[in-house]
């Protein structure tokens, strides 16, 4: 278990060194660093500095190293628009997506599960047909458009739903959160709703699947056999193999989950880090479009990372070494 | 002889009811069973052993579904109960242990946890007291060290064990009727004659009765006291073990008996029965072995009844010219 | 090798089967509208919405059905700079697609070549190609795009250069895979065995073999590509204003929405709608009749 462990921290890393060589030559070699570090009102003397400062007289082994340094250290330069270090910002504004993203997630599951499992009993059924339909359309459809479709009915024509904003906030724990304030929760269902969807479509599909496959199998027969209630059949010797490809699935997805953010926050004015990202492309905010995407990058192959040991941990086959 | 009756089948008929047509796949199966009783269900893949055994304990899946017959334990009708009460018998009366030992208990559950859904399934008992009564039975299947066994997932034991362990689950209750389908076919030889002696000494001893299905005669001969030969969904032979393996009345029955290893003479090649089991969907009238028998006449396309031969075994063949006389 | 040929042709009745399905032909219809109509959009539209000479500010924020002081009528309304919502939206059916369609064929070129490649020699070129290919595809296609147009900037050279990078992965991949169960059939032998050139071999033999699968992989991938392209552009990061596609023409929309003035992105939004779910139905049924194993 820990050579695993330890076997995939080192991909991790491997994979995260990969990412930084393509972000820093993405940045110097396709861009130019100065016009991503300096403002546009920035004039010649200015970019001198800038780039005495950055050392791009240097070598560019050399600045590969600088750069690294300074990522180890957290320095991701400041804000242009703001001032402040650019990772600092990013923490004020995480645990917003944060919130969004879990949000979504306990939604995709909390629907997705019931409506998979209910399309894998009976899978001829007329209503495993609608099922079906509507994760294929939650699949295919823009994110985007779905937000405003959203918009349009509950808060323009229906005046149900707040469009914009965060509402109230309790801080918990030293963070701010909407989830336990009555303002807040009725700001959080629109866009986790919407941000859910994707996750949802993906949750149907594979517990359709998994139920497909395990409803059917000998040992299923044989707890059947044994006079095992269904209830416990189902909520236990189905649903514990199904869970391991959902929540592997679910664990990779989170990241894509964090990038989709950027979507629903900025159609629904949701204050994260998304929502930052788009108004700091909007005004040019360089160093914190680059902290971002360097944050974002670490957040994914640490979620990856732990997704894996989550599976391992599920799945016994895989925790103890034996043949799958 | 005079040993209650356990299980009466009578006039089975089980279909697959399909877009393209309805699979018969068990059609006027009836047999008798008696407690302590050890019966071989023989036949060729694809005969409709499986699926004797699925219509008797009620876990047919859509779209298979028992269309007529009766079958009784203890002479109570248990075609058509309601799903609760079927749950109630399954376990506890009836067991069923299945093919694969790979596939027979679920890899993500601990062995203690299998155990102790299939005793709760009929049991209101303790935590400690269900531990103690899986300990117990692991250890009558000769499971070594059985408490830590309890702790172990499935894919840390290897095959025979996983088997022995689906053996003690199908026990625990003290069923009065198992049925086990080809669960030592996955199995190496030893391992195999171990399980067979296993589950013939815990049935004599409970006086349980036993349908032991499998596709081999072999296993079988040292094993059962009565067989029943199955072809294309329907009895073609039953009698005592001995009589029938010594003197087959059905052409089917003696080509299986041809092709067990053991049996041939030694440096001659294995005689095979030519050709393959017809499909079961528009099955003709008369007898399905016809096409492959190198008996066959005008007469077997006429409908075959099951026919009583002399004896004490209470022998019955369906063939119009079997190969022992009939008493008239 | 009219074997081999034999084998390319898809297998009859496939066409037959197609059409069984009424969703999958009421989609191909739709769908092949809609590509008629970017062809064709030039001559057909109102007006030249991006001229702006043909456009009044004063018929800004028409509802359907109006009418400019000339007596022309705005028959879907007209947008917050007074263009034609009618004409607009063919503009960016025909960009929208165009996009699509180009960085699907780019990136299904790519792709071929790394997946045939990888196949045929094996060995480390297979290993590290594919090690490439599972990197790319554990990053989320969004993630990707997003950050190689924060560091590329706006364009249509620009979007399509992203599609490209994050579909190629996934032809790639189903290529090997078909191609290495192709290459182990017998005929391949035969083929080698008449001293047909490697290049021959891949490309007359192992690639006719890889195209249904293909094709339904680049039916999905492109609804998915044209999604992700409107995407993009509504956060305002895929194609500039001056050449507005489906999505930027609903992020316009998406500042009127709250005075009501729905027309203006939900019309725009319907037509993406349209082709997207025509797309993946075309696929849906390309698949289940083709039936290649993915
Ligand atoms: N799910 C099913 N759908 C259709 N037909 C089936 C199904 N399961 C079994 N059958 C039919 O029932 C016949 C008997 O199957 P089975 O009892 O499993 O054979 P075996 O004697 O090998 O155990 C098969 O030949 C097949 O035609
Ligand atoms: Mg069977």
Redesign the pocket.
Same mark, same amino acid.
């Given at each position: 278990m820990t050579e695993y462990i330890a076997k995939r921290l080192l991909q991790a890393l491997l994979v995260l060194a990969v990412m930084t060589v393509l972000v820093f030559f993405g940045v110097n070699v396709i861009g130019n660093p100065v016009y991503i570090f300096a403002s546009s009102e920035c004039d010649q003397p200015c970019l001198d500095k800038i780039i005495t400062d950055l050392g791009l007289d240097r070598p560019i082994w050399e600045q590969y190293w600088v750069f690294v340094g300074n990522l180890l250290q957290g320095d991701l330069g400041n804000s242009f628009t703001h001032g402040v270090p650019a990772m600092s910002l990013i923490w004020e504004r995480l645990p917003a997506t944060l919130e969004l993203a879990v949000c979504a997630l306990v939604i995709a599951l909390a629907v997705g599960l019931p409506l998979g499992v209910a399309a894998g009993l009976r899978p001829t059924h007329w209503t495993s047909r609608i099922i079906m339909g509507f994760s294929m359309l939650a699949f295919s459809v823009p994110v985007f458009w779905i937000g405003l479709i959203m918009i349009i009915v509950f808060s323009v024509t229906l005046g149900w739903m707040p469009a914009v904003g965060r509402g109230d906030t309790v801080e918990i724990l030293g963070v701010d959160l909407s989830l336990f304030t009555l303002d807040g929760l009725h700001h959080l269902a629109m866009p986790a709703f919407t941000l859910s969807l994707i996750m949802m479509a993906m949750v149907i599909r594979l517990t359709r699947a998994g139920m497909r496959e395990v409803l059917f199998s000998d040992y299923i027969r044989f707890a059947r056999a044994n006079g095992i209630r269904e209830s416990r059949i189902l909520s236990l010797h189905v649903m514990r193999n199904i869970l391991i490809p959902i929540v592997t699935v679910l664990g990779m997805e989170f990241g894509g989950v964090i990038a989709f953010a950027v979507v629903v926050e900025s159609i629904f004015s949701w204050p994260g880090v998304g929502k930052m990202l788009i108004d700091a492309i909007a005004v040019l905010d360089r160093p914190l479009i680059v902290a971002y995407l360097i944050f974002v990058v670490i957040m994914f192959v640490a979620l990856n990372l732990l997704t894996d040991i989550l599976y391992s941990v599920l799945d016994p086959r895989v925790r103890l070494g034996g043949a799958r | 002889m005079s040993a209650p009756v356990v299980l009466e089948v009578e006039n089975l008929n089980t279909s697959?009811l399909?877009p393209s047509g309805e699979?018969k &796949?068990l059609r006027d199966v009836s047999f008798q069973l008696r407690r302590g009783e050890i019966l071989g269900l023989v036949?060729? %893949?694809? %005969?409709?052993? %499986?699926?004797?055994g699925l219509s008797i304990n009620g876990l047919l %899946?859509p779209?298979?579904r028992v269309m007529s017959g009766s079958i009784r334990l203890h002479g109570e009708e248990i075609t058509g109960l309601p799903h609760a009460a079927m749950r109630r018998l399954r376990g506890a009366k009836i067991a069923m242990v299945f093919q694969d030992p790979m596939m027979t208990l679920n890899p993500v559950l601990r062995i203690g946890v299998q155990m102790g859904d299939a005793l709760r399934a009929h049991l209101r008992i303790s935590e400690r007291e269900c531990r103690a009564r899986s300990v117990a039975a692991l250890e009558e299947v000769g499971i070594p060290a059985p408490e830590d066994r309890l702790n172990a997932f499935p894919h840390q034991l290897s095959g025979g064990m996983r088997q022995r362990v689906a053996v003690a689950i199908a026990l625990l209750h003290r069923p009065d009727l198992v049925i086990m389908?080809e669960p030592t076919t996955a199995l190496d030889v030893t391992i195999q004659g171990q399980i067979l002696a296993l589950v013939q000494k815990l049935c004599r001893e409970r006086g349980t009765a036993l349908i032991w299905?499998t596709?081999d005669l072999a296993v079988v001969a040292g094993l059962a006291e009565r067989i029943l030969v !199955?072809y294309a969904?329907r009895i073609v032979e039953d009698g005592a073990i001995d009589d029938v393996l010594d003197t087959p009345a059905h052409p089917y029955t003696s080509g299986l008996i041809d092709s067990v290893p053991s049996r041939a003479q030694r440096g001659q090649r294995l005689r095979q029965i030519p050709g393959r !089991?017809p &499909?079961?969907t528009d099955l003709p009238e008369g007898c399905a072995f016809r096409p492959r028998c190198g008996f066959a006449t005008e007469a077997c396309a006429a409908p075959q009844a099951l026919r009583a031969l002399g004896g004490l075994g209470g022998r019955h063949v369906r063939c119009c010219h079997p190969l022992i006389p009939v008493p008239s | 090798m009219s074997g081999a040929m034999a084998h390319a042709a898809p297998p009859p009745g496939v066409w037959r089967a197609f059409l069984r399905s009424p969703a999958a032909v009421a989609a191909l219809a739709v769908f092949s509208a809609f590509c008629v109509v970017a062809v064709i959009g030039p001559w057909i539209a109102p007006q030249n919405p991006y001229d702006l000479a043909q456009v009044d500010i004063m018929d800004s924020l028409l509802p359907p059905g109006s009418e400019s002081w000339t007596g022309m009528p705005y028959y879907l309304g007209t947008d917050g700079q007074g263009r034609d919502m009618l004409s607009a939206m063919i503009y960016g059916i025909r960009i929208s697609l165009l996009v699509g369609l180009a960085s699907g064929i780019i990136a299904l070129a790519v792709g071929t070549i790394v997946g045939l490649v990888a196949a045929y020699r094996g060995g480390w070129v297979d290993t590290v190609l594919m090690r490439i290919v599972d990197l790319q595809l554990s990053f989320p296609t969004i993630l990707v795009a997003l950050i190689l147009l924060v560091i590329l900037g706006r364009g249509v050279d620009k979007i399509i250069f992203a599609l490209v990078v994050v579909q190629w992965a996934y032809f790639a991949r189903t290529v090997r895979g078909v191609a290495l169960v192709e290459s182990a059939r017998e005929y391949v032998d035969a083929a080698r065995g008449l001293r047909l050139g490697a290049l021959r071999i891949l490309f007359g033999h192992i690639l006719p073999n890889c195209l249904p699968t293909m094709l339904v992989v680049a039916t999905m991938q492109m609804a998915a590509a044209i999604s992700l392209e409107a995407t993009l552009s509504f956060l305002g990061l895929g194609l500039p204003p001056t050449r507005p596609s489906l999505g930027l023409l609903i992020a316009n929309g998406f500042d009127y929405l709250q005075s009501g003035r729905y027309w203006i992105s939900v019309l725009p939004g319907l037509v993406l709608l349209a082709i997207i779910v025509s797309a993946n139905v075309l696929g849906d049924r390309l698949r289940d009749t083709l039936n290649p194993h993915l």
């Open positions: - | 697959f399909l699979v &796949a036949g060729e %893949s694809g %005969s409709g052993k %499986s699926i004797t %899946s779209p298979g389908d299905i596709h !199955m969904g !089991m &499909a079961l | -």
